[in-house]
């Protein structure tokens, strides 16, 4: 008789260090193909680096979710890594919503910041004026020539990120993932 058992040990280590260890075995692989764009594990993790460290100094730290209103191109996981290295969690923010459901996310979530660019700040700035959240520039945080890997502990129990879902009553509804679930998900997928 063949059983389920999904039970498996593995020690949490944070998503964050995996991805460094991949920069460290495979530095100039490619770790992002988008919008026609490629980034090795090197790059990624230097540019993730620059928005890491100018978070780090703005105050971002566990439990601080930052919106991320970008295109989908290769500064979205820039942004997204960089977010998690810092110590916060991020949620996602699609540029083509309208702005009643950008301020509901933001303003929902509790962000403290908001990763954009300055196109897209241009194209909403009714709205981001209005919010209580910080907007920083995508372009701004990559200008940073600070690309060390941060030294953050990042726990099981951290937020990581974000999701919001359209519920059944047509507001959107967040769902937290945490650090240990995304690991969890991960370690799952190196055993099959």
Same mark, same amino acid.
């Given at each position: 008789?063949?059983?389920? @058992?999904?039970? =498996? ?18 530095? @100039?692989?490619?770790? #992002? ?16 680096? &620059?928005? $890491? ?7 971002? +730290?566990?439990?601080?979710? #930052?919106?991320?209103?970008? !295109? +989908? ?18 949620? %996602? /923010? @699609?540029? !083509? =919503?309208?702005?009643?459901? /950008? +301020? =509901? /996310?933001? !303003?929902?979530?509790? $962000? ?20 209580? &959240? ?9 200008? %940073? ?6 030294? +953050? ?6 937020? &990581? =990120? &974000?999701?919001?879902? %359209? ?26």
């Amino acid at each position: 008789m063949r059983t389920n @058992d999904t039970n =498996y040990d593995f020690s949490f280590r944070p998503v964050t260090a995996l991805f460094e260890e991949q920069v460290r075995n495979n530095p @100039d692989r490619t770790a #992002v193909i988008a919008a026609g764009k490629r980034l090795t594990y090197r790059e990624l993790n230097q540019s993730a680096n &620059c928005v $890491a460290n100018v978070l780090i100094d703005k105050g971002v +730290r566990a439990e601080t979710i #930052v919106g991320v209103m970008l !295109e +989908r191109d290769s500064t979205v996981y820039v942004a997204r890594q960089g977010i998690l290295k810092s110590g916060g969690a991020f949620t %996602s /923010i @699609d540029p !083509e =919503y309208p702005d009643d459901r /950008i +301020r =509901y /996310i933001l !303003e929902d979530s509790g $962000a403290a910041f908001l990763i954009t660019t300055g196109e897209l700040a241009a194209q909403h700035s009714g709205l981001l004026n209005e919010l209580s &959240c910080t907007v920083l520039l995508v372009e701004a945080l990559l200008e %940073s020539d600070n690309t060390e890997n941060p030294n +953050r502990t990042i726990n099981e129990q951290d937020l &990581c =990120y &974000c999701i919001y879902t %359209s519920g059944s009553t047509g507001k959107p509804k967040g769902v937290m993932i945490e650090h240990g679930n995304l690991a969890n998900f991960v370690n799952a997928m190196l055993i099959i």
